[in-house]
Each structure stands twice: as structure tokens, then as C-alpha cells.
């Protein structure tokens, strides 16, 4: 068994976790890696091949990634290519990795030209959340993870929609039961679509809600100062304002899950967004794609519909909408209590 774990997580939770798996005749071989998104580097892959190879690792052994996102893509990547593809498994300890990141098959490394470039779909054995290992996670990243769970929402509908809500009513981001649900529904939803269409021809672009716009926000500020799911949300925000230009009537229908959105904006840290960076990123995107620039809108909550024909000026209306909400709303953690560090 080859262990690998972010240093963060291995700091606060690798005893407990290596002592669950260091079971009689099985043998260990585990590494830490360094926290940040850094390290989804071609330098550290090759540090973990050099690992694996060293310790003479067989097709017949096992590889378990335990950490965020940046860990479950890296590890997976290496398990998808080491010997030609050992098999994995996925213990993803963020919000973000256990309702996205570690589900999906999706693995990969960063590269100097863009994120994620180098990579490979690889399925794991199995995915293990524990809400228990999210009580040391600080309340940023809760918030990142939540941005995602919220394109779950929009995506999902209702159902999706009243177990978030309960969960936000505890006035704890930390409330294990409800948590488990949320992460139950969210993960299950992507697991779903996933298995219907693991190379994303077509249904697994839905996921993309909120990304579009996202990414180009993450890419304008160079991958600092936000967080990935911070980004998601202020993409929701910009899709639900394309989707009022294309189709006025889901202004109505979207008007409490856009509540819902702009709740979350007051709590993300205030920057400088360049909106003509953020067009200029998509277009970009676009170039290298090929195709239209397609979009992820909703008709209602649970009804999302793919647009190809979104006119630049329709993008710049939403994108400087979207900043007017952001730059108008304050940061406050103050509504949600923290458990203290384990
Ligand atoms: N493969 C996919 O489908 C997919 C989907 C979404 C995101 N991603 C990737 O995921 C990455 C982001 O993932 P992330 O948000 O989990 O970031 P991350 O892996 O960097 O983790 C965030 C931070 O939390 C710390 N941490 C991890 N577990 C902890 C715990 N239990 N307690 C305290 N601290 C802990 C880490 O050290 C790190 O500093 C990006 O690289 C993104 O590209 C991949
Ligand atoms: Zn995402």
C-alpha cells in the first residue's frame, strides 16, 4: 500500500489515519507532500514516481490519496501512469474534494501554459469522506467547498436546495449530520452523471455551471487571492445574469437560488477584478477550444440548459454586473461558529 498525504492534513490527522492502516502483514510505504496548488507540478510527480519505483512498487499494490484536491488530482495522475496504471483510492479531506475533486475519475497536473493540461481519466476503487476530518478545515475553505455545493443546488433543484438550507439554518459549517447529507446528495449527483458520460461529450459539461466566467476570474488573478470555489460562485452569479439577458422569464424562477448565491458573496475576501481580463480569459478559452463559447444557464433551479450563442455584449453586461454585487457586499464569518483545531 502507497500512502500519500497533503502535510497539512498528515500534520493534524496522519496518526489516526496511518494507524488504521498499518493493519498486521500489510506493508506501508507512505510520503508527505507539500500543501498548495504547487505541487500539482511535473517536479512532484516525479518525485512520486521515484518513490513508488524505488520501493518497487507492483501492479498488484495500492495507492491512496488522502487530502484536498491538489492531492487526489496529483496521486490519482501518478496511479493513473505509474507501471501503466496501479489502482486508487480516494480519502479527499476538504468540503471541495469530497463533493468534486476526489469524484469523477478526473486526474491531472498543472503545466507552465494552464491548469490541469496534463492529465488522464482515472477511475478510483473507491471514494472515502469523512466529515469527522473537515472539523480542523479553516471557514475559507468551507466557503470554497460551498461554492461548489451551491452549482449543485442550482443544478439539482429542490431537493438540493432544502438539505442546503437546513444545513445553513444550524448556523454551523461544521454540523456533521447535516454535512454528511449535503455531501451525500452533492456526490452521488456527480457520480451519477459521471457514469452516464465519464469523457464529458455531453452531460458532464453541466458540472461546468458557474465555471465558465469562473475560471477566467481565477486565471485573471494568476491563481492567487481566491479560492476555486470563491471564483464558482461569483460564475453562478455572472451565468444567472447571462441567463436574465437570453431568457428573461428565469429571472423569476432563479430569484431565491440568486439570493442564495449573493448570501455566500459577503462572505469572500474584497479584490481588485479586472473585468476586461475576465473577457479577455474567456475568449482565450475559447480560441483554444474552438468552439463557441458555451455556456451552462439555468431555466429553474434544477433545469440547466447549455447556450453556444452568447454575444460578447450580453458577456460584458454580466461579468460588470456580477463585479457591481461582488464589490458592493462585506466579508463576515461571523454568523458561523468554527470548531476549534483538533
Ligand atoms: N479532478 C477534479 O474533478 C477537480 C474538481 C475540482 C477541483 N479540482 C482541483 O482541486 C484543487 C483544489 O482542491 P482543494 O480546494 O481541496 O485544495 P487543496 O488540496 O489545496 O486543499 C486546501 C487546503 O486545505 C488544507 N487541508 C486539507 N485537508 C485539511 C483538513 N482536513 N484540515 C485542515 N486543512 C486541510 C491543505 O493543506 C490546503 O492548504 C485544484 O487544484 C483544482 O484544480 C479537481
Ligand atoms: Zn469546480
Not at 475560471?215 to 444567472?240: D, F, M, N, P, R
Request: with cysteine; hydrophobic share 40%.
Amino acid at each position: 500500500l502507497f500512502v500519500f498525504y497533503d502535510a497539512q492534513l498528515y500534520a493534524l490527522h496522519g496518526r489516526i489515519i496511518s494507524k488504521h492502516l498499518g493493519l498486521p502483514k500489510r506493508r506501508v510505504h507512505d510520503m508527505v507532500l507539500p500543501q498548495g496548488e504547487s505541487t500539482k507540478s511535473s517536479t512532484h510527480l516525479g518525485q512520486l514516481y521515484d518513490f513508488m519505483l524505488d520501493q518497487n512498487i507492483s501492479r498488484d499494490d495500492f495507492i491512496l490519496a488522502c487530502g484536498g484536491g491538489v492531492t487526489t488530482d496529483l496521486v490519482g495522475y501518478a496511479a493513473a501512469t505509474v507501471l501503466r496504471g496501479v489502482q486508487w483510492g480516494a480519502v479527499p479531506t476538504t468540503l471541495l474534494g469530497m463533493v468534486d475533486a476526489a469524484i469523477g475519475g478526473k486526474t491531472a497536473i498543472n503545466h507552465k501554459r494552464g491548469k490541469n493540461l496534463i492529465g488522464a481519466f482515472w477511475q478510483p476503487s473507491f471514494v472515502l469522506s469523512d466529515v469527522t476530518l473537515l472539523n480542523t478545515l479553516p471557514p475559507r475553505q468551507m466557503v470554497s467547498g460551498l461554492g461548489e455545493v451551491i452549482k449543485y443546488c442550482g443544478l439539482i433543484g429542490p431537493t438540493m436546495i432544502d438539505t442546503v438550507r437546513e444545513y445553513l439554518e444550524a448556523s454551523n459549517l461544521y454540523h456533521e449530520q447535516l454535512l454528511v447529507k449535503v455531501i451525500e446528495r452533492a456526490s452521488a449527483y456527480k457520480a451519477d452523471i459521471v457514469s452516464h458520460d465519464e469523457r464529458e461529450q455531453d452531460k458532464r459539461m453541466l458540472l461546468n455551471f458557474g465555471h465558465t466566467v469562473g475560471h477566467a476570474i481565477e486565471s485573471s488573478l494568476g491563481y492567487t487571492k481566491l479560492l476555486h470555489g470563491e471564483t464558482v460562485l461569483l460564475g453562478i452569479l455572472a451565468a444567472l445574469e447571462v441567463g436574465g439577458q437570453v431568457k428573461p422569464r428565469t429571472v423569476q424562477n432563479l430569484a431565491e437560488y440568486r439570493t442564495m448565491v449573493e448570501g455566500f458573496l459577503r462572505l469572500l475576501p474584497r479584490h481588485e477584478l479586472d473585468a476586461k481580463a475576465i473577457l479577455a480569459g474567456m475568449a482565450h478559452d475559447k480560441k483554444r477550444s474552438q468552439k463557441a463559447q458555451r455556456f451552462v444557464l439555468l431555466e429553474r433551479p434544477g433545469k440547466p440548459f447549455i447556450a453556444d450563442d452568447v454575444s460578447n455584449a450580453v458577456l460584458r453586461k454580466a461579468v460588470t454586473r456580477m463585479l457591481a454585487v461582488y464589490s458592493g457586499k462585506k466579508r463576515n464569518y461571523a454568523n458561523h461558529s468554527h470548531r476549534k483545531r483538533s
